[in-house]
T-cell receptor, first 115, second 112 residues
Framework: GAVVSQHPSWVICKSGTSVKIECRSL??????MFWYRQFPKQSLMLMAT?????????EQGVEKDKFLINHASLTLSTLTVTSAHPEDSSFYIC???????????FGPGTRLTVL | SQQGEEDPQALSIQEGENATMNCSYK?????LQWYRQNSGRGLVHLIL?????REKHSGRLRVTLDTSKKSSSLLITASRAADTASYFC????????????FGTGTQLKVEL
């Protein structure tokens, strides 16, 4: 099956710093990727839709200036959490939409802890 | 907002028994998908059922979809300890651009 990777798998940072998370589709090209956030013992909440070559579309309540998304190539989308605060600590998961399919393939997730 | 409600929230069974999880949703869908998540890990896609399908099988998994009741069920037969995980349904809403809305999840524990 299709493989999606994320890097880093975990990161600890100080409050006020920025953190970049990468999402890569390894064996297929993805024009559309999605970013989700998952708090402990909760479900996944969609943050934004990342489209290659265009601006991301953010869900209601998600600050686009705080969560910067760049989808510069057909295999890479990045999420940058700017000026991170402890309440941003969460599990961030990306997915990539398989071309010509309705199936999203998920990355392994990145656990962000902001001190 | 959460589209899907899953029930039960938690399920504990013995190895070899069947496990059934239910998912309800609120609006029209293109398809409904089931995913598994092991603790602290990413999601594994299990099965996709389209709005015009009523039942689908994949190995020990059986998924049903009743669009009139806006509900779906996932049956895992002859469960194994390795099936212990959280299971989520996710709906691809009509006109939603392939965005998925996840249900609340069912935590399944299969004991030896």
């Amino acid at each position: 099956g299709a493989v999606v990777s994320q890097h880093p798998s975990w990161v600890i940072c100080k409050s006020g710093t920025s953190v970049k998370i990468e999402c890569r589709s390894l064996d297929f090209q993805a024009t559309t990727m999605f970013w989700y956030r998952q708090f402990p013992k909760q479900s996944l909440m969609l943050m934004a839709t990342s489209n290659e070559g265009s601006k991301a579309t953010y869900e209601q309540g998600v600050e686009k200036d705080k969560f910067l998304i760049n989808h510069a190539s057909l295999t890479l989308s990045t999420l940058t959490v700017t000026s991170a605060h402890p309440e941003d600590s969460s599990f961030y998961i990306c997915s990539a939409l398989s071309p010509g399919s309705d199936t999203q393939y998920f990355g392994p997730g990145t656990r962000l802890t902001v001190l | 907002s959460q589209q899907g409600e899953e029930d039960p929230q938690a399920l504990s069974i013995q190895e070899g028994e069947n496990a059934t999880m239910n998912c309800s949703y609120k609006t029209s869908i293109n398809n409904l998908q089931w995913y598994r998540q092991n603790s602290g890990r990413g999601l594994v896609h299990l099965i996709l059922i389209r709005s015009n399908e009523r039942e689908k099988h994949s190995g020990r998994l059986r998924v049903t979809l009743d669009t009139s009741k806006k509900s779906s069920s996932l049956l895992i037969t002859a469960s194994r300890a390795a099936d212990t995980a959280s299971y989520f349904c996710a709906t691809d809403l009509t006109g939603g651009g392939n965005k998925l809305t996840f249900g609340t999840g069912t935590q399944l524990k299969v004991e030896l």
